[in-house]
């Protein structure tokens, strides 16, 4: 009896290891559907989106807030508006210096016209001194006096020319002045440079502020990308401009189209929170897929950052994408 349990034993081993052989031959034989071409490379990586710091340029007090965390928003759209009440009193100040600068001019251009005048009486007088000079009816020291008297007028004159352009100069330093402060004044509302979300508010009406504060950040949901990492073998076979496709684990019907828009031109040690479809690569390329721009402008408002995901290229051209990654968008 003791004899027959041992046959059976070993012959239950030998159908179990046969068992396990078939299945391994089937694993490795027997095509798998969701195996990737030799001409496709994938990487996993999460949504990232360019965010935009939306700071002050010159210190004061945040005075109100337009938008709150959240909100969509268009380039060029306020923002936010800083305290002017001193700015808007300097401006005053400045223009009452142009005022006096202008009237300065007026003053110094009618005293060049008096001047003016007194050189040509003075070259005229010492004109007909000479004259009387040279008849014997007028004496040197008559002479000397009328010449003095045109040289002093001539240096009159070119005072007033100098006064003249100091004027102007003081006018062109008060318009200067004014420019300065009205820029001031126009960067006290702070408007946002492309359209997006409004991530974060990072100040409160009220709070005084230092040149640079930054009062709010705004999610360029028109730049949006996945980087992944990929082996040195098929990094070599990825240009700018490849086609890509992105499957989000939230989403998994749906297939992003996308391309390459940047590769890395030296490898690097692969971040720790990276997973490759094979063994762990110790160098890796760093890779980013963009999302059309175009195509976000339909779906901006479901563009959310830090989403896993996974991201494909296409490594030959003349390939057509498998049919499991064929674009397949939401329809509303």
Wanted: avoid cysteine.
């Amino acid at each position: 009896m003791a004899g027959k349990g041992v046959k059976t034993s070993s012959k239950l081993f030998i159908v179990l290891v046969v068992v396990a052989a078939v299945a391994v031959a089937a694993y490795y034989l027997i095509p798998n559907g969701d195996e990737l071409p030799e001409y496709i490379a994938s990487g996993n990586g999460r949504i990232e989106a360019t965010e935009v710091d939306i700071a002050t340029r010159i210190p004061g007090r945040l005075e109100s807030f337009a938008v709150r965390e959240g909100d969509m928003v268009e380039a060029g759209q306020q923002l936010a508006v800083m305290d002017t009440d001193e700015l808007r009193a300097q401006l005053a100040a400045a223009e009452a210096n142009l005022h006096q600068a202008e009237q300065s001019q007026y003053l110094a251009e009618a005293l060049v016209a008096q001047r003016e005048s007194e050189q040509r009486y003075a070259l005229a007088e010492l004109a007909r001194i000479n004259t009387l000079v040279d008849r014997g009816h007028a004496s040197r020291e008559q002479q000397d006096r009328a010449r003095t008297a045109a040289e002093t007028a001539d240096a009159a004159l070119q005072a007033a020319k100098v006064q003249v352009a100091s004027a102007l100069a003081g006018i062109e330093a008060a318009k200067a002045a004014i420019r300065q402060i009205q820029t001031n004044i126009d960067d006290s509302e702070l408007t946002t440079p492309v359209g997006g979300r409004v991530l974060y508010r990072l100040a409160e009406p009220g709070e005084v502020l230092a040149a640079g504060g930054k009062v709010a950040t705004v999610l360029d949901v028109t730049d949006v990308y996945m980087t992944i990492f990929l082996p040195t073998s098929q990094a070599g076979r990825v240009r700018v401009g490849s086609e890509a496709r992105i499957i989000l684990d939230a989403l998994p019907d749906y297939v992003v189209p996308a391309d390459v828009s940047f590769v890395a031109a030296e490898a690097q040690f692969t971040p720790k929170s990276v997973e490759t479809r094979s063994e762990r690569e110790k160098l890796m390329f760093r890779v980013r897929i963009r999302i059309n721009p175009e195509l976000l402008k339909a779906y901006r408002d479901r563009v959310k950052t830090g989403v896993p995901g996974e991201a494909y290229v296409r490594l030959d051209e003349s390939q057509a994408w498998p049919e499991n990654l064929d674009v397949s968008l939401p329809n509303d």
